[in-house]
Structure formats: structure tokens, C-alpha cells
């Protein structure tokens, strides 16, 4: 029996409602609304996660990783933070799934099912970061509103699919397309139809790089329902809320794109600096494209406590949106002085790169370990919160870990 | 006299009759609810739900801001007044730890209202307003935390050199 039809039919929430006021502890249960425990299941088993993730909401499902479970090269399921904006789809059909591909700026509109994608196109896998443009609201002054990540919104996982350029160039791109939109079978979180919870997209420049896949595979296996099975639009270090999951239908644009969170404060900042806490114009905002220069110490996890000897080996990723990372540094004295770390290339374009680092104490006390990372166009993570904005977004100062030596 | 007497005695009865109709469909409910749903918050809701707080490195409701405050154990929700209208209005879409995790001066939060019911489908909050706007200025206000804050160690542990 269905749960939620269970609860919501009437005669039971009003047995619900009779007995709620008598036994839970003299609390009366609000009409209408269902305890969490009874709305969903269990998190962790319903997306198959490590049950070390951190679930900041239950409806919309938002799940933030955590540095230390971010240590593999390539991101698994479990330790990928889930960010919605909807109610996921919940019947899929594998089977009867359309991908429309139509819009103003489109020479032809074509309908494609899943096997029709599958065979008419080349497949390409690329590792892709993906980073919640929200990633480290947490710690922006004045708060930001929102889900409050901590740094673990962001992963780098394997994609599979083929490229959104070779499906364009199979409906055919009229000369005035300048932005390309995707919508998606989810629901909004009011359950009216009529309205779409997010869809966004990308500039055709975006649209028409080697990376940017209309993926059916996450790590070599079906994308799981929470990334978007079973089609999902993944373009590489721009802000995540770009990769449209459960797409249904992808739109050439003549315009900027105006779908729901393309617009407002919605994953924009201002286009001039602000003071904190400041109020600022829809007008004065821009969309946010690539994603800042960043990086995580992975590995130890941050409290670790030396008790052997006062050397330790730190590992971790550092990523830098459109642009790779080229220099990768660390300190143990709150940035007075620099260390270098060595670095590996990405794996492909828009991978995040391994650093690695052997970090030794001169003394026994307490240190923080700061690691900070400089793109390919000399553009470093600041020590402290960058730059305040409206909403909370690009904190990517540096992160750091704690570590006590009592050798 | 005599069939106001038997009214009278009718009366008892069918009220005393009506309480144990009550009772019963009470206790049916019980039963019902626990056959199907032996897992329901009604019944396993304390433990449940203080374990929540205790593990809050998984399943994190906030525990700030009130240092001898009471939390709602349903919806984690500092018990205050205006609680119920908070809950009533603010939680149909999206669940309460949105709101929770969130913190606002009162024009912030009037301004997310309003964006809410301009494009999220909130209704008109009427003269409940004033009664949220309150609760929330009081209880979820921003707190400096200034440029950078100190680290935070849940456990420190010794790591296998």
C-alpha cells in the first residue's frame, strides 16, 4: 500500500488527528500535515548513500557530501550531494522516455526515445565536476538564504551520453540561437503542474563544447533516479543547477534563456561588488557561468591526532570551473608562508585535478592545514569569504582541516 | 414528572453510549494504524526523534540559537509562539528544516514570503502574517559570524600514522 495515500485518505488522518492529540505528548498534530517519519522513507537506502552524508532537507531532497568522503579520484553514488529543486519524477518509463528537441532558433524539432540516442549518435565518457553554485553558503555574513552547504556540494563522477553539439547539429541551429534550455519531467514543489521548479540552460558557446553531454550513465551504470535517470544535460564546471536531470525537452533560444531560476537573484550575483548584507536590483545581477577556482583536502579527515611522529601526508582535489588549476599550494601557519603541492592534469577538460603533499610539524600544538589553489589565470582562492552576495554563492575560499601533534 | 425522568435517563444514556462509540473508534484507529503502519511516529516518536538530535551528524536538525529552548520533536521547529501558524502555512511544499537551517532578519524574511508567493504558489498569509513574521524574526535571526569562523571538531581521533 502506497504510504501517502495510506495517510492522506480521510478517515485515517482524522483517526490521525483524534488519537495524535491525546497520546503524543499532549501535542496536537497541525491538519494536514503528515510527520516526516511517515512521509519518506529512509534517505540513505532510498539513493542508495553512505549514511555519513548530511541530509540539510527532506522535501526537496538536498544531501551534502563531506571533504573526507570525497577522497576517490572519480566521485561513487554514495558520497554525491543530491540538490533538488522539485519533487523527482516517479514513474519512469524507460521504455515510452522522449526527448524533444525543438525551440525558436531550431531548424527542424525532432523527437528522439532513449534507444534512438543511444544508436543514432557516438558516445563519449568524460569526468565532470558539477558544484552547487550554493556550495559554502553556510559561511557567507549576513547569512544567505537557502540550503546552507558546508563545501560538500560537489562532485566529479564519470558521465556517459552523447554530446548535446551532435544532437543540435541533428535538428540544425538557426543563425540567431544564442542560448540552449532544458525542462524536465519533475514537479513542482507546490504539485501544480503548470509550473516548472527549475529550468535553465546554458550560452550555444557552452552548449557546443566537446563536454557537454546529454548523458544516460553515471559511472558506467544507469544514472540513478536522484541525478536524473534517465537522461540528464551535464555541462562541466558551471554551476550544477545547469545539469537539467529528468530531461524531457531541450529548446534553441533566440534569447537568454527565461525558464524558472534563469531569472531574479536566482543563480546570479551582482555584476558590480556589494557591501555585505546589501540589498540589490534584479538588474543589477548576472547569471553566474563558470565556476571559481577551488579545492578540498580530502584525506586526512580534518580532527585527525598525530600521536607517532609529526609528518603527515595530506591528499585532495582542486577544481577550477572552464579553466584548469596550476599551481596547488599548502600552509600550516594561516597563510604566512606557502608550500607547494604536486598536482596531477585532469583526466579530460573540466576534471578535477589531485594534489597531494607531505606536511611536516615543527613542533607539537595545534595547526590548520589551509590548502589553496590558483588557476590558469593566475586567480587564487582567497583566505577568507569572498566577496558577500544576495544569495550565498562562489564561496570558495580555502579550506582547511585541523590537526593537533602530540608526538 | 415521570417522562422527563425517562427523557432524562435517555439522555444519559446515549451520551454515556456516544463516549464509548468515541472510545472505541479511538482505540480502532489505534489498532488500525498500528497494523498498518507499525512504524508511525505515533508510536515509536520519542526515541525516534531524540536519537535524531543525538546523531545530528546525519540527520542534522539545528540546535541553535535557543539555549533553554524546547524544539517541536515533529518538525524540529523552536517552540515558541507562532509555531503552529509557521507550521500550518510554511511546511505544505517544503519541509520545515528549509526554514530551520535558514537565518533572517524580519525584512529578509518578509522579502522571502513574498518571493515565495510570487512565483512559488504561497497563498496569502493573511493575518498570520504578523504572528510568522514575529516568530521567525525572534527565533531564526542571523547571528555575526564574521569574515571567517574557528574550526569546529566534532571528535578529534588518532589517525594510524
Known amino acids: 500500500m502506497n504510504r501517502r495515500n495510506f495517510i492522506s485518505s480521510s478517515v485515517l488522518s482524522s483517526i490521525t488527528l483524534a488519537i495524535g492529540t491525546t497520546v503524543v505528548y499532549g501535542k496536537v498534530i497541525p491538519v494536514g500535515y503528515t510527520p516526516i517519519a511517515m512521509q519518506e522513507p529512509d534517505p540513505f537506502k532510498l539513493f542508495n548513500i553512505s549514511e555519513q552524508m548530511n541530509v540539510l532537507n527532506d522535501r526537496p531532497w538536498n544531501i551534502e557530501s563531506k571533504a573526507h568522503l570525497l577522497n576517490d579520484m572519480v566521485t561513487p553514488n554514495k558520497y554525491m550531494f543530491i540538490r533538488n529543486n522539485g519533487i523527482m519524477p516517479e514513474d519512469i518509463n524507460v521504455d515510452t522516455w522522449k526527448l524533444k528537441v525543438e525551440g525558436e532558433s531550431a531548424l527542424s524539432s525532432k523527437e528522439y526515445t532513449l534507444s534512438d540516442l543511444k544508436q543514432k549518435f557516438k558516445h563519449y565518457t568524460y569526468q565532470l565536476t558539477l558544484e552547487c553554485?550554493?556550495?559554502?553558503?553556510?559561511?557567507?555574513?549576513?547569512?544567505?538564504?537557502?540550503?546552507?552547504?558546508?563545501?560538500?556540494?560537489?562532485?566529479?563522477?564519470?558521465?556517459?551520453?552523447?554530446?548535446?553539439?551532435?544532437?543540435?547539429?541533428?535538428?540544425?541551429?538557426?543563425?540567431?540561437?544564442?542560448?540552449?534550455?532544458?525542462?524536465?519531467?519533475?514537479?513542482?514543489?507546490?504539485?501544480?503542474?503548470?509550473?516548472?521548479?527549475?529550468?535553465?540552460?546554458?550560452?550555444?558557446?557552452?552548449?557546443?563544447?566537446?563536454?557537454?553531454?546529454?548523458?544516460?550513465?553515471?559511472?558506467?551504470?544507469?544514472?540513478?533516479?536522484?541525478?536524473?535517470?534517465?537522461?540528464?544535460?551535464?555541462?562541466?564546471?558551471?554551476?550544477?543547477?545547469?545539469?537539467?536531470?529528468?530531461?524531457?525537452?531541450?529548446?534553441?533560444?533566440?534569447?537568454?534563456?527565461?525558464?524558472?531560476?534563469?531569472?531574479?537573484?536566482?543563480?546570479?550575483?551582482?555584476?558590480?561588488?556589494?557591501?555585505?548584507?546589501?540589498?540589490?536590483?534584479?538588474?543589477?545581477?548576472?547569471?553566474?557561468?563558470?565556476?571559481?577556482?577551488?579545492s578540498l583536502i580530502t584525506s586526512p579527515k580534518t580532527g585527525a591526532v598525530l600521536t607517532k611522529n609529526r609528518s603527515l601526508k595530506i591528499k585532495g582535489h582542486a577544481w577550477a570551473g572552464d579553466l584548469k588549476v596550476n599551481k596547488m599550494e599548502y600552509s600550516i601557519d594561516f597563510g604566512s608562508t606557502w608550500k607547494p603541492c604536486s598536482l596531477s592534469d585532469p583526466i579530460n577538460r573540466l576534471a578535477w585535478q589531485h594534489f597531494e603533499a607531505k606536511v611536516d610539524f615543527p613542533e607539537n600544538g595545534y595547526y590548520e592545514i589551509w590548502a589553496r589553489a590558483t588557476d590558469s589565470n593566475g586567480k587564487s582562492q582567497p583566505m577568507i569569504i569572498p566577496g558577500w552576495n544576495p544569495k550565498g554563492y562562489l564561496n570558495n575560499a580555502c579550506h582547511r582541516i585541523a590537526i593537533k601533534v602530540e608526538v | 414528572?415521570?417522562?422527563?425522568?425517562?427523557?432524562?435517563?435517555?439522555?444519559?444514556?446515549?451520551?454515556?453510549?456516544?463516549?464509548?462509540?468515541?472510545?472505541?473508534?479511538?482505540?480502532?484507529?489505534?489498532?488500525?494504524?498500528?497494523?498498518?503502519?507499525?512504524?508511525?511516529?505515533?508510536?515509536?516518536?520519542?526515541?525516534?526523534?531524540?536519537?535524531?538530535?543525538?546523531?545530528?551528524?546525519?540527520?542534522?536538525?539545528?540546535?541553535?540559537?535557543?539555549?533553554?529552548?524546547?524544539?517541536?520533536?515533529?518538525?524540529?521547529?523552536?517552540?515558541?509562539?507562532?509555531?503552529?501558524?509557521?507550521?500550518?502555512?510554511?511546511?505544505?511544499?517544503?519541509?520545515?528544516?528549509?526554514?530551520?537551517?535558514?537565518?533572517?532578519?524580519?525584512?529578509?524574511?518578509?522579502?522571502?514570503?513574498?518571493?515565495?508567493?510570487?512565483?512559488?504558489?504561497?497563498?496569502?498569509?493573511?493575518?498570520?502574517?504578523?504572528?510568522i513574521l514575529d516568530y521567525l524574526a525572534k527565533n531564526y535571526a542571523p547571528e555575526s559570524k564574521g569574515r571567517r569562523q574557528n574550526l569546529t571538531i566534532d571528535k578529534w581521533y588518532v589517525l594510524e600514522q
Open chain 1, 133 to 294: 553554485g550554493g556550495n559554502g553558503r553556510k559561511e557567507f555574513n549576513p547569512p544567505a538564504k537557502g540550503n546552507q552547504w558546508g563545501v560538500g556540494a560537489v562532485h566529479c563522477s564519470n558521465w556517459t551520453g552523447v554530446r548535446l553539439k551532435d544532437v543540435l547539429d541533428d535538428v540544425g541551429l538557426k543563425p540567431n540561437a544564442v542560448y540552449v534550455a532544458y525542462y524536465a519531467a519533475d514537479l513542482h514543489l507546490s504539485r501544480n503542474p503548470e509550473k516548472e521548479p527549475i529550468s535553465r540552460g546554458v550560452p550555444l558557446s557552452k552548449a557546443l563544447e566537446d563536454e557537454t553531454l546529454i548523458a544516460f550513465q553515471l559511472n558506467g551504470e544507469d544514472i540513478p533516479i536522484a541525478h536524473g535517470h534517465p537522461l540528464r544535460l551535464v555541462a562541466g564546471g558551471w554551476p550544477a543547477s545547469v545539469s537539467g536531470k529528468w530531461l524531457t525537452r531541450i529548446r534553441i533560444r533566440d534569447v537568454v534563456h527565461d525558464g524558472a531560476k534563469m531569472t531574479g537573484q536566482s543563480y546570479r550575483v551582482p555584476k558590480n561588488p556589494v557591501a555585505p548584507g546589501e540589498i540589490v536590483d534584479d538588474k543589477d545581477m548576472v547569471i553566474i557561468e563558470s565556476m571559481p577556482v577551488k
Open chain 2, 1 to 131: 414528572m415521570q417522562p422527563d425522568q425517562f427523557n432524562k435517563q435517555l439522555k444519559l444514556l446515549r451520551n454515556g453510549l456516544c463516549l464509548f462509540v468515541i472510545a472505541l473508534m479511538s482505540l480502532g484507529g489505534f489498532v488500525v494504524l498500528y497494523t498498518f503502519y507499525p512504524e508511525s511516529s505515533l508510536f515509536t516518536v520519542k526515541e525516534a526523534n531524540q536519537k535524531q538530535f543525538e546523531t545530528s551528524d546525519s540527520l542534522s536538525v539545528p540546535l541553535v540559537n535557543s539555549q533553554e529552548g524546547e524544539y517541536d520533536l515533529e518538525t524540529g521547529f523552536i517552540e515558541d509562539v507562532g509555531m503552529s501558524a509557521v507550521v500550518n502555512n510554511c511546511t505544505n511544499c517544503h519541509s520545515a528544516r528549509l526554514v530551520t537551517q535558514n537565518r533572517m532578519s524580519r525584512e529578509a524574511w518578509k522579502a522571502t514570503i513574498k518571493w515565495m508567493q510570487e512565483t512559488q504558489n504561497l497563498w496569502d498569509l493573511g493575518e498570520k502574517e504578523p504572528i
